[in-house]
């Protein structure tokens, strides 16, 4: 059973910086992407960042040029450095990678809230 693992996240005043992690228990062979999501009660969870096998990246509109996605090159683990946080990125951030063959694997989720 694949399992990931997420932290780095906590409590932050505007302006300041987070570094979220996310460790794969296991070896996950064909993966496509690694992202971060982030989801707030009422909404829908959204794309924040994500990170082809082609090292291609995307970013929503919203986190560009402030938010930084990386993965290492075994595809165990993927960071998200968040700098010049904003209140509005407060939310419940999770970990998703994807394979080729369609297999989806989501962490636990980890707050991160940023105060005014």
């Known amino acids: 059973q694949v399992q990931l693992v997420e932290s780095g996240g906590g409590l932050v005043q505007a302006g300041g910086s987070l570094r979220l992690s996310c460790a794969v228990s296991?070896?996950?062979?064909?993966?496509?992407?690694m992202g971060w999501y982030r989801q707030t009660p009422g909404k829908q969870r959204e794309l924040v960042a994500v990170?082809?096998?082609?090292?291609?990246?995307n970013y929503a509109d919203s986190v560009k040029d402030r938010f930084t996605i990386s993965a290492d090159n075994n595809w165990s683990t993927v960071a998200l450095q968040m700098n010049s946080l904003k209140p509005e990125d407060t939310a419940v951030y999770y970990c998703?990678?994807?394979?080729?063959?369609?297999?989806?694997?989501w962490g636990q989720g980890t707050q991160v809230t940023v105060s005014s």
């Open positions: 296991r070896r996950i062979f064909s993966v496509n992407a």
């Open positions: 998703n990678v994807r394979t080729v063959v369609f297999q989806e694997y």
């Open positions: 990170v082809t096998s082609r090292g291609s990246t």
